[in-house]
């Protein structure tokens, strides 16, 4: 079993609709944990670290479900810049483990 | 704002050689990492470092080595370059601590011939 799981997509929405993202992770003593954003082509971004409580940055909202293991990220009101891959980055014991992505393509 | 620069964005080198990929990073972090991104695989850590002269495995150690003599710059190097190395290669850096923010250099795709 991988260490953090993603769907690949790619999800395709047109813009202005509600989009979430679910990423599993295996180590439950997991620390820590992030959304990063990648355009195509360009270097990983951090988009938003994932607090245990919820947190929200305009019109992005991060989860963190430690019981089932897995961090979501919803994305409302989507615009043409939100077209990107979204990487799930889990902090174990030393090191950043990053998901593989999950491409979103955000239409007109 | 923090800048990672690598050396080159595309290299291209034959089966046998011996590949340097440099790193600088201008805002004094304690961090530093190697990795490498292929199609469906994501980003792999090669090699990491969290203070000059020290260095530790990642989870693809094999076939490469890193040297970082001064705090600022973290060297990844191929030893025998393989075909099978032929991928985007990525250095990061971030200050020391639970939540640290990694800071990315635009990435070197390198081609093994």
């Known amino acids: 079993r991988k260490e953090v799981e993603q769907d690949p997509g790619p999800f395709n929405v047109p813009e202005g609709a509600t989009v979430a993202f679910n990423c599993t992770y295996s180590?439950?003593?997991?620390?820590?944990f992030f959304w990063y954003r990648q355009d195509c082509r360009k270097e990983p971004k951090l988009l938003m670290s994932?607090?245990?409580s919820g947190n929200e940055d305009g019109r992005f909202t991060a989860q963190l479900n430690r019981a089932s293991q897995y961090i979501s990220l919803l994305i409302r009101d989507s615009k043409l810049s939100d077209s990107a891959t979204y990487l799930c980055?889990?902090?174990?014991?030393?090191?950043?483990?990053f998901g593989t992505g999950t491409r979103l393509l955000v239409s007109p | 704002d923090v800048k990672v620069t690598q050396s080159s964005r595309y290299l291209v080198k034959r089966t046998g050689e011996k590949v340097f990929l440099e790193c600088v990073q201008d805002?004094?972090?304690?961090?530093m990492f190697w990795y490498r991104q292929d199609p469906g695989l994501g980003l792999r850590l090669i090699y990491f470092s969290y203070d000059v002269k020290m260095k530790e495995k990642g989870d693809i150690p094999e076939g490469y080595s890193v040297s970082r003599e001064k705090k600022e710059r973290f060297s990844l190097i191929l030893e025998s370059a393989s075909t099978n190395q032929t991928s985007m290669y990525l250095c990061?850096?971030?200050?020391?601590?639970?939540?640290?923010?990694?800071?990315f250099g635009s990435g070197t795709q390198l081609s093994v011939l």
């Open positions: 990061a850096s971030s200050l020391r601590g639970p939540n640290e923010k990694l800071f």
């Open positions: 180590n439950s003593a997991s620390q820590s």
């Open positions: 980055v889990v902090k174990g014991f030393q090191k950043l483990v």
């Open positions: 805002m004094d972090h304690e961090n």
């Open positions: 994932v607090y245990s």
